[in-house]
C-alpha cells in the first residue's frame, strides 16, 4: 500500500540522514545538517506526520483479514519513529475484528461503553467499559500502564464532525 511505501521511504531518508525517527530529521533539515545527496535531483524537506483513519475495522477484516492485518501490524510497529500514526475504530469489537497480533503492536487503546463484559475484555484487556456511563465517558489504555484512565470526552455534532475531515483532507 501507499502507506507502507511511505513509511518505507521515510526509513531510508532516515538511514542517509543518520537519524532514528522524524523529529531528529526534521531537526537535521532544519538546521542544514541533512541535504539531499548530490545527483539525487531530489529537494529535502521536513517530514508532516500523517493519520490514517479507519471508520469500521470490523468490514475490513472480515472482509479482507489476510491482506489488512499485516499491513496494521507493520505500521503498528514500525509506524511512531516514521511520524505515522493511526485511529482503527470498530463497533463490533469481536476476537476475529480486534486479534491478538493488532493488540499487541497497538497497545493504546480507548472504549467507550461497551453493551457487554466479553467486548470490554477484548478491547482493553480488562473488565470495566459496560459499566461506563455513555455519552463521551470512557476508558483508556496505554502501552505502559497496567491501571486504565478514566476520560470524558466532549459530545462533537456531525457539522462539526464534517467541518473537522475536510480540514484534515486540506492538510
Known amino acids: 500500500t501507499w502507506l507502507e ?9 532516515f ?3 543518520g537519524v532514528r525517527n522524524i523529529a531528529e530529521f526534521n531537526e537535521a533539515v532544519a538546521s542544514g545538517a541533512y541535504k539531499a545527496p548530490p545527483g ?23 472482509a479482507f483479514k489476510d491482506e489488512v492485518e499485516p499491513k496494521f501490524v507493520r505500521i503498528g510497529q514500525l509506524g511512531r519513529a516514521a511520524g505515522l500514526h ?16 493488532i493488540k499487541s503492536n497497538i497497545p493504546w487503546r480507548l472504549a467507550f461503553q461497551t453493551s457487554t463484559l466479553q467486548a470490554s475484555q477484548i478491547i482493553l484487556g480488562v473488565p470495566g467499559a ?17 491501571e486504565l484512565v478514566r476520560l470524558q470526552s466532549p459530545w462533537v455534532p456531525t457539522a462539526d464532525i464534517t467541518t473537522i475531515v475536510k480540514y484534515w483532507k486540506s492538510q
Open 5 to 13: 511505501v511511505e513509511m518505507m521511504r521515510r526509513y531510508d531518508d
Open 86 to 101: 493511526m485511529i482503527l475504530a470498530t463497533q463490533d469489537p469481536r476476537a476475529e475484528v480486534l486479534t491478538g497480533l
Open 40 to 62: 539525487s535531483g531530489r529537494t529535502v524537506e521536513p517530514i508532516r506526520y500523517l493519520l490514517l483513519v479507519v471508520d469500521e475495522l470490523a468490514d475490513l477484516m472480515l
Open 130 to 146: 459496560e459499566k461506563l456511563l455513555g455519552k463521551g465517558d470512557a476508558l483508556l489504555r496505554t502501552g505502559d500502564k497496567v
Open 15 to 17: 538511514e542517509a540522514a
